[in-house]
T-cell receptor
Framework: DAKTTQPTSMDCAEGRAANLPCNHS???????VYWYRQIHSQGPQYIIH???NNETNEMASLIITEDRKSSTLILPHATLRDTAVYYC???????????FGGGTRLMVKP | DAGVTQSPTHLIKTRGQQVTLRCSPK?????VSWYQQALGQGPQFIFQ???????QRGNFPDRFSGHQFPNYSSELNVNALLLGDSALYLC??????????????FGQGTRLTVV
């Protein structure tokens, strides 16, 4: 699976949009971009995934660049409960394992 | 729906001992994966079970073994425990392997401390 690069940490003001970037320049055509987050001492939680089109669900939006080499996860109105480590993963649907990197530690501040 | 449940939540073992961790997948899921998460790091894939067989394995020694039962629940066994095995062990379930348009659901994990 392709490797991803994410900033180690980010801060966001409560109520503002949080934009978390991810670079995946070696992504293959059949690899999806998945986002998970992990709140302290809990198991990772699925957020969203996409192949090449932008995606939106009740939690977040995922913007994938046209060349698919990078993406941005958007939390439209961050709350204190969104403080977590966010993992960007590229996943080949023929494979079976998620390869987690170090993720981005998002701190939402009042 | 109880989601993915793991037991026990915490465990303390002595070096050289053996440990068994248990996982019940989310209802409707037949595939179980195990991950090890050391403090401050992302989860690392150990192996995945489907149809009671190990389907894929990560870079872990043979001291790590598993089993899947007919009801899809799973066990992770670690023999000859080392201090470095101290970690959060996560179980994830998914429907028929993690493939197109599916996502893995994770349990809360078992915190193993080896002393």
């Amino acid at each position: 699976d392709a490797k991803t690069t994410q900033p180690t940490s980010m801060d966001c003001a409560e109520g503002r949009a949080a934009n978390l970037p991810c670079n995946h320049s070696t992504i293959s055509g059949n690899e999806y971009v998945y986002w998970y987050r992990q709140i302290h001492s809990q198991g990772p939680q699925y957020i969203i995934h996409g192949l090449k089109n932008n995606e939106t669900n009740e939690m977040a939006s995922l913007i994938i660049t046209e060349d698919r080499k990078s993406s941005t996860l958007i939390l439209p109105h961050a709350t204190l409960r969104d403080t977590a480590v966010y993992y960007c993963i590229v996943f080949n649907n023929a494979g079976n394992m998620l390869t987690f990197g170090g993720g981005t530690r998002l701190m939402v501040k009042p | 729906d109880a989601g993915v449940t793991q037991s026990p939540t915490h465990l303390i073992k002595t070096r050289g001992q053996q440990v068994t961790l248990r996982c019940s997948p989310k209802s409707g899921h037949d595939t179980v994966s195990w991950y090890q998460q050391a403090l401050g790091q992302g989860p690392q894939f150990i192996f995945q079970y489907y149809e009671e067989e190990e389907r894929q394995r990560g870079n872990f020694p043979d001291r790590f073994s598993g089993h899947q039962f007919p009801n899809y629940s799973s066990e992770l066994n670690v023999n000859a425990l080392l201090l470095g095995d101290s970690a959060l062990y996560l179980c994830a379930s998914s429907p028929t392997g993690q493939g197109l348009n599916t996502e893995a659901f994770f349990g809360q994990g078992t915190r193993l401390t080896v002393v």
